[in-house]
């Protein structure tokens, strides 16, 4: 499975670098890393940009049930490995912009626990980013957390994305055996988005 996975996995990056991000699928101890910065509880998990699902696998394994699992991924072939990969998982044919709308028909009781994502953030205008924060806030009531990865330096997510969400940014573990080397990061707000704000969509300029 972990041979099929890359092979699939390089042939989109092949296809399509910046869609992908990544020339490899994310390693066991970085996907690891994303499940431990889930917060405590019960309740439904979003994983934006599943792959081939090496996250969403470390999320299972931290206890996450299949049935309280989605992932939304906007390549058709990822999809269908993940939906042969991940039995009771539920998994969303779509683009993570489209988040809420995607999530609109599912019975899912919110807040939702947390929204993790391995979505290529850094190659994203400041507005999409903001679009998809709000989103996130959204569904887990207002306070987070969003949990991401990143190859970078710094946060992926823009400072004035960040200030103008009132969001807290945390490097939570620094990942060095993954190729290349990895940051988790979470946002958080201390108190609730207003919901009026959720409400209106962007308006970062790129
Ligand atoms: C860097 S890969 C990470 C894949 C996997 N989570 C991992 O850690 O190996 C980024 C993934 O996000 C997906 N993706 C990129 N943009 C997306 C979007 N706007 N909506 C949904 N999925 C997206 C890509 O198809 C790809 O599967």
Same mark, same amino acid.
């Given at each position: 499975?972990?041979?099929?996975?890359?092979?699939?996995?390089?042939?989109?990056?092949?296809?399509?670098?910046?869609?992908?991000?990544?020339?490899?699928?994310?390693?066991? /101890? @970085?996907?690891?890393?994303?499940?431990? !910065?889930?917060?405590?509880?019960?309740?439904?998990?979003?994983? #934006?940009? %599943? &792959? $081939?699902?090496?996250?969403?696998?470390?999320?299972?394994?931290?206890?996450?049930?299949?049935?309280?699992?989605?992932?939304?991924?906007?390549?058709?072939?990822?999809?269908?490995?993940?939906?042969?990969?991940?039995?009771?998982?539920?998994?969303?044919?779509?683009?993570?912009?489209d988040l809420v709308?995607?999530?609109?028909?599912?019975?899912?009781?919110?807040?939702?626990?947390?929204?993790?994502?391995?979505? /290529? @953030?850094?190659?994203?205008?400041?507005? !999409?980013?903001?679009?998809?924060?709000?989103?996130?806030?959204? #569904?887990? %009531? &207002? $306070?987070g957390p969003l949990?991401?990865?990143?190859?970078?330096?710094?946060?992926?997510?823009?400072?004035?994305?960040?200030?103008?969400?009132?969001?807290?940014?945390?490097?939570?573990?620094?990942?060095?055996?993954?190729?290349?080397?990895?940051?988790?990061?979470?946002?958080?707000?201390?108190?609730?988005?207003?919901?009026?704000?959720?409400?209106?969509?962007?308006?970062?300029?790129?």
């Open positions: 499975m972990k041979r099929n996975s890359e092979l699939i996995f390089f042939s989109k990056w092949f296809a399509s670098p910046l869609r992908v991000a990544s020339i490899t699928p994310s390693s066991t /101890p @970085l996907a690891r890393a994303m499940a431990s !910065a889930l917060p405590v509880g019960d309740g439904t998990v979003v994983e #934006l940009g %599943g &792959g $081939t699902g090496p996250i969403t696998h470390a999320l299972l394994e931290a206890g996450v049930r299949s049935d309280q699992l989605v992932v939304i991924e906007r390549d058709a072939q990822f999809c269908n490995h993940l939906v042969r990969r991940f039995p009771g998982v539920v998994v969303r044919h779509g683009d993570a912009l709308t995607l999530m609109e028909d599912l019975a899912v009781n919110t807040p939702v626990r947390a929204v993790v994502s391995g979505l /290529p @953030l850094l190659s994203m205008s400041s507005a !999409a980013q903001e679009q998809l924060l709000q989103q996130a806030l959204r #569904l887990t %009531g &207002g $306070t949990i991401q990865f990143s190859y970078g330096l710094a946060s992926p997510l823009r400072k004035r994305v960040v200030q103008r969400l009132g969001l807290v940014d945390r490097c939570v573990a620094q990942v060095w055996r993954n190729v290349p080397p990895a940051k988790v990061w979470t946002y958080a707000c201390l108190t609730p988005y207003p919901a009026s704000r959720q409400a209106q969509g962007g308006g970062v300029s790129p």
